[in-house]
């Protein structure tokens, strides 16, 4: 082990060897532990109850889904920029492949107050559908943010005291923070006349690819053609 490495970094991956942990330290001096699934909540016991981490406060926890991760819709690596857009290139391939181990992870920020300490831990999912040990025992600051992640991702949290939709409808289908998620939704909602109610139904509304537009003013065509003054070919 390096002994240019943050003593915090030591004692992390020390304390937690039994579960093969993960430690990275970010460019902003950010410690990220990453440990398995089965650990997850057992971990969280530790990290909260330990004089050494005494991370008191779950401040954030988010869902993440990797399912594009590391891959671009266009090819930029020879002829065109990494930033720019090319109608000029075939469109890179990729399809959704149903949910495969380590697509989902679930990712929270605790902060020790005692410490003054930031840590990220953060977890990946191999099952199908994605789930993993609620936190709220630990944390009650976890209560609406694993709703969150529920409707947004999917994610299941084992032992949430009332895992329901928290931003979506109850008659919502599918999650819409999902990479696969069409943007147009599954279903869409109507006034029917006859029922004398609001009804879903299947979406109407066709895919399409959206192609951004740009205009340009051309002032030497319009002066080839004889055009009129400056100020007119501007406007």
């Given amino acids: 082990m ?16 039994e579960f093969s ?5 970010g460019a902003a001096g950010q410690f ?4 398995g699934q089965e650990h997850w909540f057992e971990v969280g016991q530790v990290l909260r109850d330990e004089p050494d981490f005494a991370c008191e406060q779950l401040m954030d926890l988010c869902g993440v889904d990797y399912l594009t991760y590391g891959k671009g819709e266009w090819e930029t690596s020879e002829t065109a920029t990494e930033a720019g857009f090319s109608r000029g290139f075939e469109s890179v391939s990729w399809e959704a492949s149903g949910i495969d181990p380590g697509r989902f992870a679930v990712v929270v920020q605790l902060l020790s107050l005692r410490h003054n300490r930031r840590l990220r831990l953060k977890t990946l999912l191999d099952t199908d559908p994605p789930r993993v040990q609620s936190l709220v025992e630990i944390w009650n600051s976890a209560d609406w943010f694993e709703r969150e992640a529920f409707d947004l991702y999917g994610i299941l949290f084992e032992g949430h005291p009332d895992l329901r ?3 979506t409808d109850y008659g919502f289908i599918g999650h819409p923070m999902r990479k696969d998620f069409p943007t147009s939704g599954h279903v869409e909602m109507r006034y029917d006349a006859v029922k004398q109610r609001v009804v879903y139904q299947p979406i109407t509304i ?6 951004p537009r740009v205009i340009r003013e051309s002032r030497r065509a319009s002066t080839a053609a004889g055009g009129g003054s400056e100020e007119a070919q501007d406007a």
């Avoid at 390096?2 to 060897?17: G, K, N, T, V």
């Avoid at 066709?206 to 192609?211: C, K, N, Q, Y």
């Fill in 2 to 17: 390096s002994d240019s490495r943050p003593q915090f970094a030591i004692r992390l991956e020390e304390r937690f060897a």
């Fill in 21 to 25: 942990p993960r430690v990275e330290i």
């Fill in 32 to 35: 990220t532990l990453t440990v």
């Fill in 165 to 167: 939709r928290i931003l």
């Fill in 206 to 211: 066709e895919p399409r690819v959206l192609v």
